[in-house]
T-cell receptor
Framework: DQQVKQNSPSLSVQEGRISILNCDYT??????FLWYKKYPAEGPTFLIS?????DKNEDGRFTVFLNKSAKHLSLHIVPSQPGDSAVYFC???????????FGGGTRLMVKP | NAGVMQNPRHLVRRRGQEARLRCSPM?????VYWYRQLPEEGLKFMVY????????ESGMPKERFSAEFPKEGPSILRIQQVVRGDSAAYFC????????????FGQGTRLTVV
């Protein structure tokens, strides 16, 4: 039972264009959402987060959008850079627990 | 300010041996989490600990796996009598508080069971 799903296993974009990574969740108790970036053989690195009381959070080139009614969030990276090539994980935390529930990841490839 | 430190980075064990994975959280962080990543999958929660206490072990396999976070020293994830299916990357994370904050991850221990 996957509570957090990233339906696109991979995404390829051109340098300078926008990358949009999507994430869907099923548990309505989730109230805090995070995006992590992961390079091979390294641990996940935190990128950006959003609380369920907001619908948008922006940090430099990264913006996360949350649509609670659709149980959907997305990460926008603009402009995309070759160094952004990595696996991106969406994660969620519910209002009763402490651990993060992760999606399966999306591999982003930014072509020069 | 050192990040989350895990060791060893790579661990090879024969079937039936014990594996011990260590994690030192970031300075000032009292909350430690262990996650496992199987090949081509996302990270799966295993256990959440505070000093000397297991708070949530709902993701831990019922047998052979145990975790501790003693008053002094690193957190330890112990896997007894390892099997091939235990081969995975094991990540430790720490946070200063429990809610609405990011967890910081270590570089992971890649366990290979031969």
């Amino acid at each position: 039972d996957q509570q957090v799903k990233q339906n696109s296993p991979s995404l390829s974009v051109q340098e300078g264009r926008i990358s949009i990574l999507n994430c869907d969740y099923t548990n309505s108790m989730f109230d805090y959402f995070l995006w992590y970036k992961k390079y091979p053989a390294e641990g996940p690195t935190f990128l950006i987060s959003i609380s369920s009381i907001k619908d948008k959070n922006e940090d430099g080139r990264f913006t996360v959008f949350l649509n609670k009614s659709a149980k959907h969030l997305s990460l926008h990276i603009v402009p995309s850079q070759p160094g952004d090539s990595a696996v991106y994980f969406c994660a969620a935390q519910n209002n009763a627990g402490n651990m993060l529930t992760f999606g399966g990841g999306t591999r982003l490839m930014v072509k020069p | 300010n050192a990040g989350v430190m895990q060791n060893p980075r790579h661990l090879v064990r024969r079937r039936g041996q014990e594996a011990r994975l260590r994690c030192s959280p970031m300075k000032g962080h009292s909350h430690v989490y262990w996650y496992r990543q199987l090949p081509e999958e996302g990270l799966k929660f295993m256990v959440y600990l505070q000093k000397e206490n297991i708070i949530d072990e709902s993701g831990m396999p019922k047998e052979r796996f145990s975790a501790e976070f003693p008053k002094e020293g690193p957190s330890i994830l112990r896997i007894q009598q390892v099997v091939r299916g235990d081969s995975a990357a094991y990540f430790c994370a720490s946070s200063p508080i429990t809610r609405n904050t990011e967890a910081f991850f270590g570089q992971g221990t890649r366990l290979t069971v031969v």
